[in-house]
């Protein structure tokens, strides 16, 4: 196995903290997202979607974070990062894909149509795409609805956002909220369960992944 990442990027970290927490340490080959590296040859031809993080297994690239996830998981089954019981499991990927699917989303679309160096990349992939300023300005108000919506989830945290066990869910909320950050977005002054969870979360050795 060969794990393609780049350290900047918060979903290869993503992949990072589930090997920690596996106690699982794989070959890494560094992405330079920066210099345009995944859209040229030969990443390109690992990867047509041109994005990380990439994990080749026998020759098959494995090129979600939740194909990824799934696979480390069925090989190493402990500790359960996506749930033990049917219901366990589907209450983890249910938080999991709001966290994804309105948080990730919500700051990824901001900060690709606002930064600078992003001019033209407003969607990943091998195609380029102009930004639009109204996408970015929706894109910060779908952050900020999604970080007060967040608070709700860890005020009945008991301990971890679907329970005892820590999860993929407390995996994206932590890496989401820190690359929410990097746009200067801190969570609500009033988000005191949230930060509660999250120094619990952030204490974990592999938060720092």
């Not at 992949?15 to 992405?31: M, N, S, T």
């Not at 033209?120 to 970015?136: K, S, V």
């Not at 929706?138 to 608070?151: M, N, P, T, V």
């Not at 801190?186 to 369960?193: D, I, K, R, S, T």
Request: aromatic share 8%; charged share 25%.
């Amino acid at each position: 196995m060969k794990l393609y990442d780049c350290a900047t990027a918060p979903s290869p970290r993503r992949v990072r903290i589930f090997l920690a927490e596996k106690g699982l340490a794989l070959p890494r080959v560094e992405v330079d997202l920066r210099a345009g590296e995944h859209l040229r040859a030969p990443f390109r031809e690992l990867n047509p979607h041109c994005t990380v993080p990439v994990l080749e297994v026998d020759g098959t690239a494995l090129c979600s974070t939740a194909a990824i996830w799934r696979y480390l998981e069925e090989i190493c089954p402990e500790p359960p990062l996506l749930g033990r019981s049917a219901l366990e499991k589907a209450r983890i990927a249910d938080l999991q894909w709001r966290i994804e699917s309105e948080g990730f989303a919500a700051v990824a679309e901001w900060l690709r149509n606002a930064a600078p160096g992003m001019k033209d990349r407003a969607l990943t992939g091998p195609r380029d795409y102009a930004q639009i300023p109204q996408l970015a300005e929706r894109g910060r108000k779908r952050a900020e609805q999604f970080l007060h919506w967040l608070e709700t989830q860890a005020a009945s945290a008991a301990p971890y956002l679907c329970g005892e066990q820590y999860s993929v869910a407390d995996i994206d909320a932590l890496v989401c909220i820190d690359f929410a950050r990097r746009l200067h977005l801190e969570l609500p002054p009033e988000a005191g369960a949230t930060r509660r969870w999250y120094a619990l979360a952030a204490s974990r050795p592999s938060a720092s992944a």
